[in-house]
C-alpha cells in the first residue's frame, strides 16, 4: 500500500532547460495537488488537478509553469525555461475526494537550478 | 481569505523542556479544517493531527498536545519533555471551504531546536 510517490526526490538543472517532477497518488486517490516550498519558507499551494481535469490553479505561476494528471499515469508538474527562484522543493498531496477522507503528502522534489 | 500565521520563526530549547509553537489563523468560515505538520532535516511532510472545527476538545498524544480555541482564533502546539529528535521545522495550516477541494494553507513554519 504505498504512499504518495514523487520522483526524482532531487533534480539539479540548468538555467533554461525544462524541469519535469512526477507524482503517483496514492491507490484510489483520483485528487492531486502540488504545493512549492520555497527555501526558508512554508509550503505554498499551486494547482489542484483531478483525473483529466484542473480544477484550481490559482497559485500557479502564469508563465512556464504546466501541470497534468491524464487518465493513465503520474501527474506531471512542468517548468519550461527554470531560473534560479525555481530553486526549491515541490511536494505532491492526493486524497480521495473533496471531503477530508485523507490527504497525504509525498516525500517532495527538490529542483536545484544551476 | 484564508491565513496561517505562526508568529515565532525560531526557537531553542534544552532537552526535557515543555515548548509551545503558536498558531493563529483567520477565516471567515464556519467549518474548517486545522492541522500540524512536522519537517524533520530530512524534509519530508509528517502529519501530526488534524482537527475539525466543530471540535475544541483539547487532544494528547504522549508527549504532544494541542490547544484549540476558536475564541482567539489559535490552534497551539506542545510538546511537553522535549528530545534533540523533536527538532524540526513545525508547519501549521488550514483548510476551508471556501477553497475549491482540499487547499491547504500553511503559515511559514517555526524551526525548534532542541539541544542536549
Known amino acids: 500500500n504505498a504512499g504518495v510517490m514523487q520522483n526524482p526526490r532531487h533534480l539539479v538543472r540548468r538555467r533554461g532547460q525544462e524541469a519535469r517532477l512526477r507524482c503517483s497518488p496514492m491507490?484510489?486517490?483520483?485528487?492531486v495537488y502540488w504545493y512549492r516550498q520555497l527555501p526558508e519558507e512554508g509550503l505554498k499551494f499551486m494547482v489542484y488537478?483531478?483525473?483529466?481535469?484542473?480544477?484550481?490553479e490559482s497559485g500557479m505561476p502564469k508563465e512556464r509553469f504546466s501541470a497534468e494528471f491524464p487518465k493513465e499515469g503520474p501527474s506531471i508538474l512542468r517548468i519550461q525555461q527554470v531560473v534560479r527562484g525555481d530553486s526549491a522543493a515541490y511536494f505532491c498531496?492526493?486524497?480521495?475526494?473533496?471531503?477530508?477522507?485523507?490527504?497525504?503528502f509525498g516525500s517532495g522534489t527538490r529542483l536545484t537550478v544551476v | 481569505a484564508q491565513k496561517v500565521t505562526q508568529a515565532q520563526t525560531e526557537i531553542s530549547v534544552v532537552e526535557k523542556e515543555d515548548v509551545t509553537l503558536d498558531c493563529v489563523y483567520e477565516?471567515?468560515?464556519?467549518?474548517?479544517?486545522l492541522f500540524w505538520y512536522k519537517q524533520p532535516p530530512s524534509g519530508e511532510l509528517v502529519f501530526l493531527i488534524r482537527?475539525?472545527?466543530?471540535?475544541?476538545q483539547n487532544e494528547i498524544s504522549g508527549r504532544y498536545s494541542w490547544n484549540f480555541q476558536k475564541s482567539t482564533s489559535s490552534f497551539n502546539f506542545t510538546i511537553t519533555a522535549s528530545q534533540v529528535v523533536d527538532s524540526a521545522v513545525y508547519f501549521c495550516?488550514?483548510?476551508?471551504?471556501?477553497?475549491?477541494?482540499?487547499?491547504?494553507?500553511f503559515g511559514g513554519g517555526t524551526r525548534l531546536m532542541v539541544k542536549p
Open positions: 498531496a492526493s486524497s480521495l475526494g473533496d471531503s477530508w477522507n485523507g490527504y497525504t
Open positions: 491507490k484510489g486517490h483520483s485528487h
Open positions: 488537478l483531478q483525473k483529466e481535469n484542473i480544477i484550481d
Open positions: 477565516t471567515r468560515d464556519t467549518t474548517y479544517y
Open positions: 482537527r475539525n472545527s466543530f471540535d475544541e
Open positions: 495550516a488550514l483548510s476551508d471551504s471556501n477553497n475549491a477541494g482540499n487547499m491547504l494553507t
